[in-house]
């Protein structure tokens, strides 16, 4: 039975990095869409205001708690959440069971040219895996009926979607009855990273639950979206 906590109004899944993988793996043996979210306290604090992006958190299938400030959220407020499961570390473990089972995957989001380096990257790291096929974030409205030809005529199993939030939720649910892939799943900067384009923190900052403080240091210009985060602690905090 699916269980569940309310964090400012925001469901989240209550399961560890290995109760999910194995939920993600009956998604693929299915014969229906999935949809993956992973929200930080950024993306939490957004729905708060963004009504359309609180109702699609609450209709997706599986939502992981991809931020330390839920974790410290849920033991302020005794929730019970196991403990922090990341886009990126959640993608990696389906990237490996793809190649082991010869799932298909389908890249969509980042710069011009990085789905397609990312895409040649994961290939060599991933032996066995099958490209369904890729296309860049930087597409028009006119087309996205051609992608979404392409990502049902390729047989896709796994739509990574990187657009960033709240975009590629919203885009994901906007075309949910369109895709016949198993799993749709926001993923954020993630195709950069494969792409070789970004890099992750180093692991003391992951370790730490900092790859937040991480990326300011890298994107100071972010500072008014990372004002969310005390926000978020305030709100927690104070909220009944």
């Given at each position: 039975?699916?269980?569940?906590?309310?964090?400012?109004?925001?469901?989240?899944?209550?399961?560890?990095?290995?109760?999910?993988?194995?939920?993600?793996?009956?998604?693929?043996?299915?014969?229906?869409?999935?949809?993956?979210?992973?929200?930080?306290?950024?993306?939490?604090?957004?729905?708060?205001?963004?009504?359309?992006?609180?109702?699609?958190?609450?209709?997706?299938?599986?939502?992981?708690?991809?931020?330390?400030?839920?974790?410290?959220?849920?033991?302020?407020?005794?929730?019970?959440?196991?403990?922090?499961?990341?886009?990126?570390?959640?993608?990696?473990?389906?990237?490996?069971?793809?190649?082991?089972?010869?799932?298909s995957i389908y890249l969509l989001g980042g710069k011009p040219g990085n789905a397609?380096?990312?895409?040649?990257?994961?290939?060599?790291?991933?032996?066995?895996?099958?490209?369904?096929?890729?296309?860049?974030?930087?597409?028009?409205?006119?087309?996205?009926?051609?992608?979404?030809?392409?990502?049902?005529?390729?047989?896709?199993?796994?739509?990574?979607?990187?657009?960033?939030?709240?975009?590629?939720?919203?885009?994901?649910?906007?075309?949910?009855?369109?895709?016949?892939?198993?799993?749709?799943?926001?993923?954020?900067?993630?195709?950069?990273?494969?792409?070789?384009?970004?890099?992750?923190?180093?692991?003391?900052?992951?370790?730490?639950?900092?790859?937040?403080?991480?990326?300011?240091?890298?994107?100071?210009?972010?500072?008014?979206?990372?004002?969310?985060?005390?926000?978020?602690?305030?709100?927690?905090?104070?909220?009944?």
């Amino acid at each position: 039975m699916r269980k569940q906590v309310e964090i400012l109004d925001v469901p989240i899944d209550i399961v560890s990095s290995e109760e999910a993988f194995e939920k993600l793996k009956t998604f693929l043996e299915g014969d229906k869409l999935n949809k993956v979210f992973t929200p930080n306290p950024e993306i939490v604090m957004i729905a708060q205001e963004d009504r359309e992006l609180a109702r699609i958190l609450r209709e997706a299938d599986l939502v992981l708690a991809d931020g330390i400030g839920l974790i410290i959220a849920s033991k302020i407020k005794n929730l019970g959440l196991k403990e922090r499961v990341t886009g990126i570390d959640t993608m990696e473990k389906l990237l490996t069971y793809s190649a082991e089972q010869s799932k298909s995957i389908y890249l969509l989001g980042g710069k011009p040219g990085n789905a397609e380096l990312a895409c040649k990257n994961i290939e060599k790291a991933y032996s066995g895996i099958r490209i369904a096929g890729f296309h860049h974030g930087y597409f028009k409205e006119e087309d996205v009926e051609k992608i979404i030809e392409d990502i049902n005529k390729n047989n896709s199993d796994i739509l990574f979607v990187a657009l960033g939030a709240p975009k590629q939720e919203k885009w994901i649910d906007l075309h949910k009855d369109k895709l016949n892939c198993k799993i749709a799943m926001g993923v954020g900067g993630a195709v950069d990273i494969y792409a070789g384009t970004a890099k992750r923190a180093p692991i003391i900052f992951q370790k730490l639950g900092l790859e937040w403080f991480y990326r300011l240091l890298k994107e100071p210009w972010r500072i008014k979206r990372m004002m969310n985060l005390p926000k978020f602690l305030l709100y927690i905090l104070f909220k009944r």
